[in-house]
């Protein structure tokens, strides 16, 4: 069993309740829009696992430290995490062949700034957009997620407004 904190276009901005809400938490997983490396070290920093892909706004450094897309397996769980990836019934294009062809359990993706979590009945995947955490961009409220992974299952959601 594995508790997750989510989050993404952060934008460079750190809140000082990041480390409240993940202190329980056995991963840090950021979908991108990070805003430096120094912001990226600060949720290492953390002390535990930090899963972090690039997104748009992120400098070279970043990009270099981080990938466009990762695939990986945590409890049974296979996991596909990327910046841009639209939504159910319109993925982004450049995700479309790899989700539709190999679908994840769990989807995860920022970039819209809108905290979306729904069930794909197409992929049978689950889809997870945490929102924003920064404070820059046209949303008004900033979220983060936890959830927990459990022997193939995705539970106990919660999600968290930081304003």
Not at 6 to 24: C, E, I, M, Q
Not at 28 to 40: F, K, T, Y
Not at 72 to 84: A, G, P, Q, Y
Not at 92 to 107: A, H, M, V, Y
Request: proline residues 4%; glycine residues 10%; contains cysteine.
């Amino acid at each position: 069993m594995k508790k997750i904190g989510l989050l993404s276009d952060t934008h460079g901005y750190w809140d000082d309740r990041f480390a409240h809400y993940f202190a329980d938490c056995d991963e840090v997983w950021h979908a991108g829009d990070i805003g430096s490396l120094e912001l990226a070290q600060r949720f290492e920093g953390l002390g535990k696992p930090f899963r972090a892909v690039s997104g748009n706004i992120d400098d070279y450094k970043t990009y270099l430290s981080y990938p466009e897309k990762l695939r990986f397996s945590l409890e049974n769980v296979d996991v596909l995490m990327t910046h841009i990836g639209g939504h159910p019934g319109k993925y982004d294009f450049k995700i479309r062949q790899e989700l539709f062809s190999t679908p994840p359990k769990l989807f995860v993706c920022g970039h819209s700034h809108i905290l979306r979590v729904m069930f794909d009945k197409s992929l049978r995947c689950l889809y997870m957009n945490p929102g924003a955490a920064g404070k820059y961009g046209f949303h008004n409220v900033r979220t983060l997620l936890r959830f927990v992974l459990d022997d193939g299952n995705i539970r106990d959601l919660e999600v968290i407004e930081l304003n």
